[in-house]
């Protein structure tokens, strides 16, 4: 990414001509202030530009002529884009394709500095690449083993650490053995779809047992499930950061890798990747060779919630008597309006019962990589939502998201405590398998 802004495309004000912010979309927007509390920012904070309807206001006088100032990037880079405004708008405002532009303009033609620029490039080398943080797995797994963290905390070492780092260090889920996966799993009894697994970076890389019990679900369900070998990225941390033309690459390489025509749908267990991948029209809309394989694709595209919802239960689910509490990710409840179906999936599920957090509708603070760019909001937010997870009193935390997890389980260790954790789908394998429900809550 240029440091030099490219001038022939500036305009007067805060934005060049390349997609700004929408002006009819702004307009959209009747200042009634709905979305106010539901926003993670205004919350914390309690200042008007840190809402929703603040940036907004924000985006306008960047078309209208304001400059793009370090206080306006600022406002942007605290939004999470977690989309609860977008839930609570009774305009139907649509924050999130206007945040995209704006992050887009930002990485653009602001100049970030050093020490944020060296972050952002250091997390964008590893993060969207699934064999570099694979390659982590090894000496990540053996840090853990020989409890370097708690030697590094009790000598001092990590509180003296920048927050950035404090908080990467703290984030890394336990690793364990990883599932061989295979390419082809055939579906059990009669076949009902073809269904194309996507594997995701992080999930892959950190969480590949949530990717093996997809797919027995999926198979147990009667879906043949076809998972394509070296998989990239989906683009979605690029994206949701403004790396449009980084986003745009790793799309059309996905498109490229998945031969849609072949399979009913492609099925994705991470939230933030499936929210993307339904926005590929919006993100390929200037491509005249991918904009339509953009369109079929997405059309397929399923949360693997969503499409065992849509199949219907044919698998016996076998008891699993535990308290479960289920945090919903952003990117699948106010993303893709993704609420009911998990949890009537875990409500089939005999002797299972579900308990809701309260202020469900609010971020945990992970938010893609937001919690490595913003650590102090992001560690007060997780603090919050630790609290409301304990004061269920489950046996189990149930999410959708790999970084949610991550965050949540950081945010439980820094109250000491421990909260077993699984996918929505995890539960669902092991009812269908009949395992006792020590598996979940060992984990
Ligand atoms: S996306 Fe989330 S953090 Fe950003 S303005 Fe909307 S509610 Fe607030
Ligand atoms: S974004 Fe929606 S809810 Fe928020 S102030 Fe504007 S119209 Fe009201």
Request: glycine share 8%; proline share 7%; with cysteine.
């Amino acid at each position: 990414m240029s440091d030099t802004p490219p001038h022939d495309l500036l305009r007067s004000g805060a934005f060049d001509a390349q997609h700004p912010p929408q002006r009819e979309l702004i307009d959209d927007c009747v200042h009634c202030g709905f979305c106010l509390p539901s926003c993670p920012t205004y919350d914390l904070w309690g200042e008007e530009m840190d809402s929703p309807r603040g940036r907004i206001y924000l985006m306008k006088e960047g078309l209208e002529g304001e400059p793009m100032t370090d206080t306006m990037v600022g406002h942007m880079d605290a939004c999470l884009g977690c989309m609860a405004c977008v839930s609570a708008c009774p305009s139907g405002v649509r924050y999130g394709t206007l945040i995209n532009e704006t992050r887009a303009q930002i990485e653009r033609n602001h100049t970030r500095s050093r020490w944020e620029k060296l972050l952002r490039t250091a997390i964008f080398t590893v993060f969207p690449y699934p064999r570099r943080l694979r390659a982590m797995r090894g000496p990540l797994a053996l840090y853990q083993r020989l409890r370097l963290g708690a030697l590094l905390r009790r000598t001092g070492i990590t509180a003296a650490l920048p927050p950035h780092l404090r908080t990467m260090e703290s984030l890394a889920p336990p690793i364990n053995r990883a599932p061989r996966l295979g390419h082809r799993v055939p579906a059990r009894g009669a076949r009902r779809a073809t269904v194309g697994m996507i594997t995701g970076c992080v999930q892959s890389a950190f969480f590949p047992d949530v990717n093996a019990a997809t797919a027995r679900v999926l198979a147990a369900e009667g879906c043949d499930v076809v998972i394509p070998p070296a998989q990239g990225c989906c683009g979605a941390l690029s994206e949701h950061s403004g790396r449009e033309e980084e986003a745009v690459a790793f799309a059309r390489t996905l498109l490229d890798t998945f031969d849609e025509s072949r399979v009913d749908h492609i099925v994705i267990n991470s939230a933030g990747c499936g929210s993307t991948l339904k926005e590929y029209p919006q993100l390929l809309r200037d491509d005249p060779h991918y904009a339509a394989k953009a369109e079929r694709f997405a059309a397929k595209v399923r949360d693997i919630a969503e499409l065992l919802t849509e199949l219907g239960p044919t698998a016996t689910r076998h008891p699993l008597p535990a308290a479960i509490a289920y945090h919903d990710a952003c990117h699948l409840s106010h993303g893709q309006g993704i609420r009911s179906q998990p949890r009537d999936l875990l409500r089939g599920i005999p002797g299972l019962e579900l308990r809701e957090i309260n202020r469900g509708e609010l971020c945990c603070g992970s938010a893609g990589i937001y919690n490595l760019l913003q650590p102090e909001a992001a560690q007060e937010l997780g603090d919050r939502k630790a609290a409301h997870v304990q004061d269920t009193r489950a046996d189990l935390l149930v999410t959708a998201n790999p970084g949610c997890s991550m965050q949540i389980r950081a945010a439980l260790e820094r109250r000491g405590e421990a909260l077993p954790m699984a996918h929505t789908v995890q539960v669902l394998d092991a009812s269908i398998r009949g395992e006792a429900v020590d598996t979940l809550l060992h984990t």
